[in-house]
């Protein structure tokens, strides 16, 4: 997708050093909106446990999971940098075929939650290490129908998983988790079997490499990779994985 006017590929080094500036910027020109102002999981990472029981390799070909938390932009993009991950879609979940579009979810009112699909291969990376990446850099698992500046059903944190074994082991997670003591609060994510995903509309695909200057990606989303590259280093890979190709 042609970047919009004035719009322009960075690397993420390179907006890192210029979140500061950006700032000053937004602040002056009452941009704050778009920043966050509620502490996310991105803000203070910390590497959490693994999970105790994980899902093991069975033979066969790439396997999908959906997640669910907040703006699918920052989700996808931070999957799509993880080694093993073959696609990242953006998309929604939980509702019917006839709402899944962007205008009308965006209403709140029709069950869906903007969503990432993540196929991965798992003699590459794991379910139990995708659940990890996603509960410790992806998203705030404590915020109930919010991540960020974005409030609503549909920035909920939920997992729609493809099989029992992957509910199981992700409701597992989570107990182990809040046992653990391993956030402030109690994690509030949801896990559902999944019924339906609908890719998102074109624009929306890979919209963090496509736009990583944009001031709510460098604020919300560009931490989240930059966290993901920190504290799983095995993982990361500098090149996304992307839906539309260059």
Not at 16 to 42: E, K
Request: charged residues 15%.
């Amino acid at each position: 997708m042609k970047l919009p006017s004035g719009l322009q590929f960075r690397p993420l080094a390179w907006i890192s050093g210029q979140a500061p500036y950006l700032a000053l910027l937004l602040a002056l020109a009452g941009g704050a909106a778009i920043i966050n102002a509620h502490p996310s999981a991105a803000d203070q990472p910390r590497p959490l446990p693994a999970p105790a029981a994980d899902e093991p390799a069975a033979p066969g070909g790439p396997e999908n999971v959906v997640f669910a938390g907040g703006c699918f932009w920052g989700v996808q993009g931070v999957f799509q940098h993880v080694k093993g991950v073959v696609n990242a879609v953006s998309g929604y979940a939980g509702g019917e075929a006839s709402t899944a579009e962007y205008e009308t979810v965006s209403t709140g009112e029709t069950g869906h939650a903007e969503s990432v699909r993540v196929t991965f291969d798992p003699h590459q990376v794991s379910y139990g290490k995708l659940l990890q990446i996603y509960f410790s850099v992806a998203h705030d698992p404590t915020e109930l129908n919010r991540q960020g500046p974005d409030e609503g059903t549909q920035y909920r944190s939920e997992i729609f998983a493809a099989s029992p074994d992957q509910a199981r082991i992700a409701k597992a997670y989570i107990a182990q988790l809040d046992a653990a003591h391993a956030f402030g609060g109690a994690i509030v994510t949801k896990v559902e079997p999944l019924k339906g995903f609908y890719p998102a509309e074109g624009y929306h695909q890979d919209y963090l490499t496509r736009h990583p200057t944009q001031p709510y990606i460098v604020f919300n989303d560009l931490p989240k990779v930059e966290a993901l590259k920190r504290l799983f280093p095995n993982e990361y890979r500098s090149d996304p994985v992307l839906v539309v190709a260059k």
